[in-house]
């Protein structure tokens, strides 16, 4: 089934935009009477039929609707540090989306090669995977923040905090520390990995220090790792 991006979408009629409107009848070829899926970001799916095929504003009539689809009983927020390599960086944009995430916010740490990230395309990204996933919220991305900032921020208090890293210490596996149910924000560091006085700092702040197993994992692949043991010990 055909999966489109509607983010106002009302019962009875409404037009796609000019985008998904190209997509669906230039690309795709749909024709009136087609039956297309709709997601609305906001949790909703909705079932609709093709109306008038203009490949500019192409009108659906909406026949069926189901709110909260595959809403998770958890919230999950990853901080992650910036990549030196910006596709590494929109990869772990695209498979956190569709494994599962809610927020997600662009870290820049003390050894960050990178401290500048295009926000707009990665939006783009992150409503080509909620599509092709069948995911229908949209994931916050916050503006891109320091370390030291993020970590200090009274609103993320109220999680289970966790801090990611690869240097030897007395750190438990995410896994075994992780309770279901519960909102969790994690911090992972870029490919130099934390200072030992990032660690340090967020220690003060009470993030716990986990490592997700015995292997080396570059930052994208870490945050991917993240994003599937918690939604695994959700499920």
Partial sequence: MHVFYSPEISSGNLFLNKTESKHCIRVLRLRENDIINLIDGKGGLYEARIVSENPD??????IKQIENYNKRNFYLHIAIALTKSTDRYEWFIEKATEIGIDEITPLICSRSERRKIKIERLQKIIISSMKQALVTTTPGLNKV????????????NEFSKYICYCSEGNRQKLNEIYHPGTNAVAVIGPEGDFTPE?????KKYNFQSVTLGKNRLRTETAGVSVCQILNFLND
């Fill in 145 to 156: 923040r320091t370390f030291s900032e993020f970590i200090s921020d009274p609103a993320i």
């Fill in 198 to 202: 990032e660690i340090k700092l967020a």
């Fill in 57 to 62: 504003k192409c009108e659906l009539q909406v």
